[in-house]
């Protein structure tokens, strides 16, 4: 039956199967063709889903995520933590998890929509903006989960943010021996996340989504319905996930974005409509450089993983990440400092 289950080859490779081995990339697929047979599913139904810490399948009214790395417990870690979040969150009931050959899997009911990444460049001005107020809205019902057990499930440290001052100062020096930075960029960034790391203790731990973006939200009739994937969930200051919703309406924009906006009116709608948003839970002390700090944290980590898959066919310098991570090292805020002047 699992030699059967070919969802890749009937509905096309994902972007991210580019950066796989084949060889992974089958084994995954046969592991998730067995899962889905064992709960019943006619696995010639299944279709291809994005993902690209996973690989994804929807099928008789499921969806099965499985990790493409084996030994890592993210997903099962997730598959805990979700039974703690509120309805508010919309996230669908978990299935069945376990591990096959080493792979973590989670199954979930499939739940409508369509990705709210997959939705933007069809979403007028006033649409966009009210889809990510919304998502702020379930990002905020999982800022409020407390308790000793969310704790033990959530990730110890996200991924995307180096964990210590000497991790991130080696990933600012690698750039610099690049050319990705000047040595004058280097000393601000070094500069801010002095700031930041000063400012950390001080900020109260929540449970963050850690991946807070249109990718792991769902859009369905004209409403964000769900916030998925919380596989790298992780307690710490609420300006982690408030970078990332702030970098999305104020970082460097798309130059794929198809939406007209010929005087900025709309971008400008959308940023203050998510200002006055976030802006309630940045009151504590030393946000603002803690959301500084999270922003230059974050596209270091996107620059070097980018710089990864480099053919060095195109400019670097175009890419989104590295504009955001120059803005950001000029000293002045960079994209956010229309917020970060509205800060205490």
């Not at 870690?77 to 050959?101: F, I």
């Not at 900020?203 to 596989?231: I, K, M, Q």
Request: glycine share 10%.
């Amino acid at each position: 039956m699992t030699r059967q289950f070919q969802p890749a080859l009937a509905s096309g490779t994902r972007p991210a199967d580019e950066h796989r081995h084949p060889a992974a990339v089958a084994r995954v697929t046969a592991i998730a063709g067995a899962i889905l047979v064992r709960h019943g599913v006619d696995v010639r139904t299944a279709r291809r889903a994005g993902g690209w810490s996973n690989m994804i399948w929807l099928a008789g009214g499921l969806a099965i995520r499985v990790a493409v790395a084996p030994g890592t417990e993210d997903l099962l870690r997730e598959a805990r933590l979700v039974a703690l979040l509120p309805p508010a969150v919309g996230y669908p009931q978990v299935v069945d998890s376990g591990v096959a050959e080493g792979h973590a899997w989670v199954l979930v009911w499939e739940a409508p929509g369509t990705s709210l990444a997959a939705a933007w460049a069809g979403l007028g001005w006033d649409e966009r903006a009210r889809a990510m107020l919304e998502l702020w809205e379930k990002a905020e019902a999982v800022h409020a989960v407390g308790g000793a057990e969310v704790g033990r499930h959530a990730r110890p440290e996200s991924p995307f943010y180096a964990g210590s001052r000497p991790a991130a100062d080696a990933q600012i020096r690698q750039l610099e021996e690049r050319t990705v930075l000047a040595p004058a960029q280097s000393a601000v960034l070094r500069a801010t996340l002095d700031r930041f790391w000063g400012a950390l203790p001080a900020g109260r731990p929540v449970l963050n989504h850690g991946d807070l973006g249109t990718a792991n939200a769902l859009w369905y009739r004209g409403h964000v319905s769900c916030l998925l994937d919380f596989e790298f969930a992780v307690l710490a200051p609420v300006e982690l996930d408030a970078n990332e919703l702030l970098g999305a309406v104020y970082g460097p924009r798309e130059r794929s974005d198809p939406l007209p906006d010929p005087d900025g009116t709309g971008r400008r709608l959308l940023q203050d409509a998510v200002t006055r948003a976030v802006l309630p839970a940045l009151r504590e002390p030393g946000a603002a450089d803690r959301l500084l700090g999270y922003a230059a944290l974050l596209q270091l980590w996107s620059m070097h993983h980018d710089l990864a898959h480099w053919d060095g066919r195109d400019d670097f310098t175009t890419w989104q990440p590295c504009r955001a991570l120059t803005a950001l090292a000029a000293g002045d805020g960079g994209y956010l400092a229309p917020v970060l002047s509205r800060l205490p």
